[in-house]
Each structure stands twice: as structure tokens, then as C-alpha cells.
């Protein structure tokens, strides 16, 4: 059996176990009648999700049928499908989204870079790639910001992370601000990349993943990266405020950009300073 096959038969079972585990009152359409079955009607799904009744059926049939990222979504929030069911579900039905591993293949920057990002201790700064993934970060970002190591939800990418990370949504005060800027950058740092398969399949999932990225990504705003304030809410020692500026290298480290956050005052820096000197040191790069 083909792995197509095998996966189209898994998707067929998954849909049909999901629907079968929903109740008439799930669904405000759904009629509250005797039912020779448990769970919805394919129908009352599909009308939920707002697909074709046929279409829907191919899909539980395990038939060939490419849908899009935004039928994914509805079809997920038809099914009251938990985050990671939802993961689940676009790995079934469309495996060429999977962005996380082709990232990964991305390179590092030179070493000069690096040892300029260490350099900037005290100051929090990471290096990202022209995708926005985090490739390397010193340790003073580790304490601010948490953990940049790859982990399954966002595998280490600023954007993905900016809207799918609860942890990054309290750390940001202002962060229907910064989320909305960020994606606003985030177009215009690339605007040449439209045919780039692994930046189509990253938009593609924050779009299916979260209706907050889609709702910013929909409007087509652009923005250079601004120097700025922002407030940080620490868990340790509460809010402070940073300057945010990021820096653009040339020649062989062009494809990369280097943040950094400054304290604003003395008091955010000495407080900043007491949990840099608490904290044990990390690796710096994934795997280092």
C-alpha cells in the first residue's frame, strides 16, 4: 500500500471518529431528532464548515482531494478540533505544508555575526533568517523572551510563534501591537519571495493555525522595522521597558537580521541585570 493511500485512509478514519464524537447541541443547525447513528450527519458538518456535502464526503471516503488551507480551517472548527488534532489534520491532508523541516535546512550566519551577537550582552538579541526563523540568540534573550529552542507548535519561527506561543502573548503588553507590526514587516521583508515554496506553506499554516494571523496578513499592510518601546511582563520580575531595534547585515550575512532590546532606564537595567546573573547559562544556536 502506497503512503498516499495509507494517509488518505487515516484521514478518512480520523474525519469519521471526530464527527461521530460531536452531539446535535455542538452544532447550532444540526436537527435534535432520533439518529440511527452517533455524531452529526456528514451534511450538518459540512454545512458547519460551510463546504459542499459532497466534497466532504470525498474526504471521508479517502478520495484525492487537495483543500485548501482556509477549508482546513473551517472543516477544524466545524469539528471543534483541539490545536494539535488540528495539526494532525493538515499533516493528513496536505503534507506538502509542512514547513518546520524544510526551515531547518536553512544555514547559519558567519561567525563574525555570532560573536557580534554575543557581544551585545547585557542586551537581549537573537539573529533571525529571512523566514523569521530564530537560528541563534544570546543569553540575555533567553532570559527575556524564554526558550528559543525548536518545539513542535513553532519550531523556532518569531512570526509563528508572535500568534500560536500563550507564553509570548502575556510577554508582549501590548501585543495585538506588536503581532500586527510584526506581520506588516514580516510581508515586506518578503515581498521577493512569493514563489518560495517554503515561505508559501509558512504562510499558509499561520493562516490556517491562527484567524488572528490571517486576519493581519489579509490586510496587506506593510511596514519597515521600526526602533521602539516595547514592555515586556516577565514572570520573575514583572514588567519592563526595552527599546527594539533590528539591524540589517550586508554582503555574506545579508539574509539575516539581528534584534536587539536595550533597557530604557536604570531601574529595568539593574532589574534585568539580577536575572541574567540568576540564570544558568544555555546554548546559543539549536543544537550548540
Known sequence: MSDDLTRHDELARFLRDRRDRLQCSDV?????????????????VAAEAGISTTWYTWLEQGREVN???????????????????????FQLARPDLD?????????????????????????????INRYWQIVAWNKPATVLLGSFEADGDWSGSLISRLFLDPDWRQRFVDWPLVSGSAVAQFRLATVTMTRDPVLAALVSSLEAASE?????????EIAEPPIWRKSIRHPVAGEMDFDFATLQPNGRDGDFSLSVYTPVDRITAEKFKGLVEATPDSPTVPGG
Open 67 to 89: 483543500a485548501s488551507p482556509q477549508v482546513l480551517r473551517s472543516l477544524a472548527r466545524a469539528l471543534r478540533l483541539s490545536r494539535s488534532e488540528q495539526a494532525y489534520l
Open 212 to 220: 488572528e494571523f490571517a486576519a493581519c496578513w489579509s490586510n496587506r
Open 99 to 127: 514547513w518546520q523541516n524544510r526551515l531547518g535546512e536553512q544555514g547559519l550566519p558567519t561567525a563574525p555575526l555570532l560573536n557580534l551577537l554575543e557581544g551585545l550582552a547585557p542586551h537581549p538579541a537573537y539573529i
Open 28 to 44: 447550532a443547525g444540526a436537527s435534535k431528532g432520533r439518529r440511527r447513528a452517533p455524531g452529526l450527519r456528514r451534511e450538518e
